[in-house]
T-cell receptor
Framework: QKEVEQDPGPLSVPEGAIVSLNCTYS??????FMWYRQYSRKGPELLMY????GNKEDGRFTAQVDKSSKYISLFIRDSQPSDSATYLC??????????FGTGTSLTVIP | NAGVTQTPKFQVLKTGQSMTLQCAQD?????MYWYRQDPGMGLRLIYY???????DKGEVPNGYNVSRLNKREFSLRLESAAPSQTSVYFC??????????????FGNGTRLTVT
């Protein structure tokens, strides 16, 4: 079983839609959770990170962590064509070793 | 402030040739990492260096060697390239442990094709 599971999609939504991206994990020791955005032919760039359970909001993006269910989510409100990218979840226990999902490909159609 | 810089951006090798991928970071981070990214496989850790002078194997180290030249630079070497090493290679850096947590920062990758 992989440490982190992520639905690869692809996901296609109309502009303005709310997008929900999700990951599940198996290691209860994970306590830092990250979302990276990766545009085509670019490296992953950090979008948001959270510690432990709860929600964190940054503009149109909300990251949610449910440690009891071992489940994390990223919500994108009022999605824009510029949000079209691959989204990677990542997590770590100590901040030394990082575990990544395989990524979800998102296309926002104008 | 460039962050993490990787060279070259693209490379085509024939089977059996060797090459070195270069990575440099200017964020004064202790740790550096090499990942490969393949379709459907996500990011897989090849090697990492927790600090200058130390290196450790990751999930897929076979066929690769690394050198942590100094705090800024971490290189990845393919001694005898194989078609299975066709991939996109990413270097990343970050602080190592400690009280203050910080996520990894990535370069823009080297796209390697082995024919």
């Amino acid at each position: 079983q992989k440490e982190v599971e992520q639905d690869p999609g692809p996901l296609s939504v109309p502009e303005g839609a709310i997008v929900s991206l999700n990951c599940t994990y198996s290691n209860s020791a994970f306590q830092y959770f990250m979302w990276y955005r990766q545009y085509s032919r670019k490296g992953p760039e950090l979008l948001m990170y959270t510690y432990s359970s709860g929600n964190k909001e940054d503009g149109r993006f909300t990251a949610q962590v449910d440690k009891s269910s071992k489940y994390i989510s990223l919500f994108i409100r009022d999605s824009q064509p510029s949000d079209s990218a691959t989204y990677l979840c990542a997590m770590t226990d100590t901040g030394n070793q990082f575990y990544f999902g395989t990524g979800t490909s998102l296309t926002v159609i104008p | 402030n460039a962050g993490v810089t990787q060279t070259p951006k693209f490379q085509v090798l024939k089977t059996g040739q060797s090459m070195t991928l270069q990575c440099a970071q200017d964020m004064n981070h202790n740790s550096m990492y090499w990942y490969r990214q393949d379709p459907g496989m996500g990011l897989r850790l090849i090697y990492y260096s927790a600090s200058e002078g130390t290196t450790d194997k990751g999930e897929v180290p076979n066929g690769y060697n690394v050198s942590r030249l100094n705090k800024r630079e971490f290189s990845l070497r393919l001694e005898s390239a194989a078609p299975s090493q066709t991939s996109v290679y990413f270097c990343a850096s970050g602080p190592w442990g400690g009280v203050v947590y910080s996520p990894l920062h990535f370069g823009n990758g080297t796209r390697l094709t082995v024919t």
